[in-house]
């Protein structure tokens, strides 16, 4: 996998000027066409009077990069010269120059050759954008994110960024770059979005939108940045035989039952209270409350899918962890209602 940082681009041209070569010293092309070069198209261009264009060749290595059928004319021609344009850059940036070049002119690719291009250069150079592999191929980005999905069906190994048609790096989960951006907030309110965008390596829209979440109280992260829990959960396991309606003893989760329940409604009730109300949402400790309760609103149904998609040999470290949250959460409503109850008399 190259580390290339820059996206070849057909229009901005990266050869020096034009020059001769000897025709002996050229190497044939790495090709994009799957059947390599056309006998007919040859012919065509020898019986034609007109002055060939140069040859697009990569200077480190004289291997052909656009030219081949002109190249063969010029060798049935006995031409010991040929016009050359050199190519400065990495070998997968010549090839994706070859994908280029016989896309806008010449002899056209054929979609077999593009999307066998798609394929090496996703290969080649993961971290290069949908849609900048597609405007070298002359495909559509949907058909590129298809084709980058069949060849790379696990993802093990994808870049963590990718590399746009413009140059820009932009990261594929945006998570980090968002619990980040809300942190810089949280500790420094007036902090410009340029500067939180900047430091925490996100665009300015993605850092307005985090601002805006935690106005609202909600998580900085959507849901779709989130890990996925259960992609394939498959059937639900039969509850005991001897449990009708969750009661009785049981040998899988104990609140399978539950798990077809929605949230209690009060919950979701009050929680759309709070988000709403200037004195919780607008301050920094009620932002984080708000960001807490938001993320504990989760449904049987889905709490019964994480329990499910939870590596064996972690489930039970984990749930010493939730029961300590448990217990926190059990001290802080205690705490809570204490307080809340002194508060109510002083005032009655």
Request: hydrophobic letters at 35%; aromatic letters at 4%.
């Amino acid at each position: 996998m190259t580390s290339d940082k820059s996206v070849p681009d057909a229009r901005s041209s990266r050869t020096a000027t034009r020059d001769f070569a000897r025709i002996d010293r050229l190497r044939p092309a790495d090709s994009p066409r799957i059947n390599g070069e056309d006998p007919e198209h040859i012919k065509l261009l020898a019986e034609s009077d007109d002055a060939l264009p140069p040859i697009l060749v990569h200077r480190d290595t004289m291997r052909v990069i656009d030219g081949m059928h002109r190249l063969r004319v010029a060798q049935l021609r006995g031409d010991t010269e040929i016009q050359v344009e050199w190519f400065e850059g990495s070998d997968v940036e010549a090839f994706a120059r070859a994908v280029q070049v016989n896309v806008t002119h010449g002899l056209p690719l054929t979609l077999a050759d593009r999307e066998a291009a798609a394929v090496r250069l996703i290969e080649s150079c993961d971290a290069w954008s949908d849609r900048a592999i597609a405007q070298m191929t002359g495909l559509s980005a949907p058909t590129v994110g298809r084709i980058r999905a069949r060849s790379r069906p696990d993802q093990q190994f994808a870049a963590p960024s990718r590399i746009g048609r413009d140059g820009r790096v932009r990261p594929l989960n945006s998570a980090a770059g968002r619990q980040r951006a809300s942190e810089l907030i949280e500790a420094e309110p007036n902090l410009s979005l340029r500067e939180i965008a900047k430091r925490a390596g996100i665009s300015m829209s993605t850092a307005r939108d985090v601002r805006k979440r935690l106005n609202r109280g909600e998580n900085p992260i959507p849901d779709k940045f989130l890990p996925d829990t259960d992609p394939d959960p498959g059937p639900d396991p039969d509850p005991d035989p001897g449990s009708a309606a969750g009661t009785g003893p049981s040998h899988g989760l104990r609140t399978l039952t539950l798990a077809q329940q929605p949230i209690e409604g009060s919950y979701i009730s009050n929680l759309d209270s709070l988000q709403k109300d200037p004195s919780v949402r607008l301050s920094g400790d009620g932002r984080f409350l708000l960001r807490w309760l938001s993320l504990h609103a989760i449904s049987g149904e889905k709490r019964a899918k994480l329990i499910r998609s939870l590596p064996a040999h972690s489930k039970v470290r984990i749930a010493g962890m939730a029961k300590y949250c448990s217990r926190w959460w059990a001290e802080f409503a205690d705490d809570l209602e204490q307080q809340g109850r002194r508060d109510i008399s002083k005032t009655g």
